[in-house]
């Protein structure tokens, strides 16, 4: 049985415990004194799947996202240019764009480690949300990408997981477990490996480097062959 597998069961059989020594009996007497696996350290997964977006599939993607939705087609394009998560892309409002200055801002509201920070966008960014502006002519604190049934929320998770979904089908893509959202970053951090890592962390939202280099980057065959011919040069 795989690590991750026992460490779910395992947490979830935690929580139960946990409940059950805060509940009570129809007589008032809880239902457990003590939880018996208070403590208990799970185990986790050495080596997780961490599938990075090949360049090949983003295309694939890109070139049906218009048959998905504008919302799509708007967040994939930004989650590949920003290197963003896809939590803090659905968020965006049309006070956090500046067109004129081609910067976003990413409150700390919506970030997962709450760092708030401005990046540049890249002309494709710009592209795309002047193409949102044009399906969502809104301002202020309006959504860019709203709910389909509600302009003032943003469009949810499931709606932009059930968007990827049915695009990779669109794609021809064969199910690949760990290639999602997610797999845009970690191709964000890639496609810039050879950048100072400062620079990255700022681009990506990064907090620390420590967690680029653990989680997100790989080098690919070409990459590793180019640092032994660039060594190779560098020796004369």
Sequence with gaps: MADRTVEYDLKFLIAVMNWAAKSRDERGRLLLDRNPLRGLRTPREKNPNRVVLAEDEYRALLEVSHRVDWRFRVALVLAHETGHRIGAIRQLRWRDIDFEGG???????????????VTPVTPEALDALKEA???????????VMPAPRNP????????????????????????????GWHSLRRKFASDLMDQP????????????????LRCYQRADEGQLRKALE???RARG
């Design 197 to 212: 890592l400062k620079v990255l962390c700022q681009l990506g939202g990064w907090k620390t480097a420590k967690t680029v």
């Design 103 to 117: 910067t976003i801002v990413w409150r700390a509201e919506h970030d997962k480690t709450g760092y708030q920070h």
């Design 230 to 232: 660039d060594r190779r």
């Design 152 to 179: 003032s929320a943003c469009m949810g998770a499931a709606l932009a997981q059930g968007w990827w979904d049915r695009a990779e089908r669109l794609a021809g893509l064969e199910p690949k477990p760990g290639r």
């Design 133 to 143: 502006r044009s399906w969502n002519p809104a301002a202020g604190d309006a959504p």
